[in-house]
């Protein structure tokens, strides 16, 4: 029951000092270079197209170059629960390749009844981590909406390995609807994620992991993966001997 319930417009981005935008990262992404040399990016809200033009460069500075180097990623998105649509495309684009363009995603808007189709970009800020190095996604029960989309959409592009726990089954984008003439209002889906690959939805029905464990043993699973992954070629070529 909301009477004085206004539909809230976004409002753009406002001008922010370098060190708050600094403090903001910060806040926001834990990153760090583990043992074997392994990157872990935890996220926790994934940032839209206005607002990554406006912190690239700082991303780059505190986040990306760190990690670039490493042998394989591990991206944590078991507290991710609140993200852009628009920052999807950047995201999936840094694990693959510039060329040929991939068609990531489709999203249907039903209050506009327009179709939206998401791509790959050809030109981003910095390098891209490329195809060949492994990328490992941690989800849990609560990881929600915009880090559902990218986590299906990396699975089913064959590019991350998915390890913990089933997501939420949420939407990538809801409103406040007013019931009739009353103060009502309810939060409903209002548009529809549907993956080019599929052909389905993550939404409702969760993202399943490819491997099933609990949020909390997902980051030393993942790197128990890595690590194996890492060993595979010399135990062959040991074998062929």
Same mark, same amino acid.
Request: proline share 8%; aromatic share 6%; charged share 20%.
């Given at each position: 029951?909301?009477?004085?319930?206004?539909?809230?417009v976004p409002p753009p981005v406002p001008d922010i000092p370098p060190e708050h935008?600094?403090?903001?990262? $910060?806040?926001?992404?834990?990153?760090?270079?583990?043992?074997?040399?392994?990157?872990?990016?935890?996220?926790?809200?994934?940032?839209?197209?206005?607002?990554?033009?406006?912190?690239?460069?700082?991303?780059?500075?505190?986040?990306?170059?760190?990690?670039?180097?490493?042998?394989?990623?591990?991206?944590?998105?078991?507290?991710?629960?609140?993200?852009?649509?628009?920052?999807?495309?950047?995201?999936?684009?840094?694990?693959?390749?510039?060329?040929?363009?991939?068609?990531?995603?489709?999203?249907?808007?039903?209050?506009?009844?327009?179709?939206?189709?998401?791509?790959?970009?050809?030109?981003?800020?910095?390098?891209?981590?490329?195809?060949?190095?492994?990328?490992?996604?941690?989800?849990?029960k609560n990881t929600l909406g915009v880090a559902e989309d990218v986590s299906y959409?990396?699975?089913?592009?064959?590019?991350?390995?998915?390890?913990?726990?089933?997501?939420?089954?949420?939407?990538?984008?809801?409103?406040?609807?007013?019931?009739g003439d009353t103060d009502l209002y309810v939060s409903v889906p209002v548009a529809?994620?549907?993956?080019?690959?599929? @052909?389905?939805?993550?939404?409702?029905? @969760?993202?399943?992991?490819?491997?099933?464990?609990?949020?909390?043993?997902?980051?030393?699973?993942?790197?128990?993966?890595? $690590?194996?992954?890492?060993?595979?070629?010399?135990?062959?070529?040991?074998?062929?001997?």
């Amino acid at each position: 029951y909301e009477p004085e319930y206004v539909p809230a417009v976004p409002p753009p981005v406002p001008d922010i000092p370098p060190e708050h935008l600094a403090a903001m990262i $910060k806040a926001t992404v834990k990153v760090e270079v583990l043992d074997d040399n392994i990157a872990y990016l935890k996220i926790q809200h994934i940032i839209g197209e206005e607002m990554a033009q406006k912190v690239g460069p700082l991303l780059l500075e505190y986040i990306w170059d760190k990690v670039l180097p490493t042998s394989a990623m591990i991206l944590d998105f078991c507290s991710a629960i609140s993200g852009e649509l628009s920052g999807i495309p950047y995201i999936v684009s840094y694990y693959t390749d510039a060329e040929p363009l991939i068609h990531i995603d489709s999203v249907y808007d039903r209050p506009s009844d327009i179709t939206t189709e998401l791509w790959s970009m050809p030109t981003l800020l910095g390098k891209r981590y490329g195809t060949s190095k492994p990328l490992i996604i941690l989800t849990s029960k609560n990881t929600l909406g915009v880090a559902e989309d990218v986590s299906y959409c990396l699975k089913n592009l064959k590019r991350a390995t998915i390890v913990g726990e089933k997501t939420a089954g949420g939407t990538v984008k809801t409103e406040k609807i007013k019931v009739g003439d009353t103060d009502l209002y309810v939060s409903v889906p209002v548009a529809k994620s549907v993956n080019p690959i599929t @052909g389905k939805s993550w939404e409702i029905n @969760g993202v399943a992991p490819d491997v099933e464990v609990t949020a909390e043993d997902a980051l030393d699973t993942a790197i128990a993966i890595i $690590k194996l992954r890492a060993e595979i070629p010399g135990l062959v070529q040991a074998a062929a001997i």
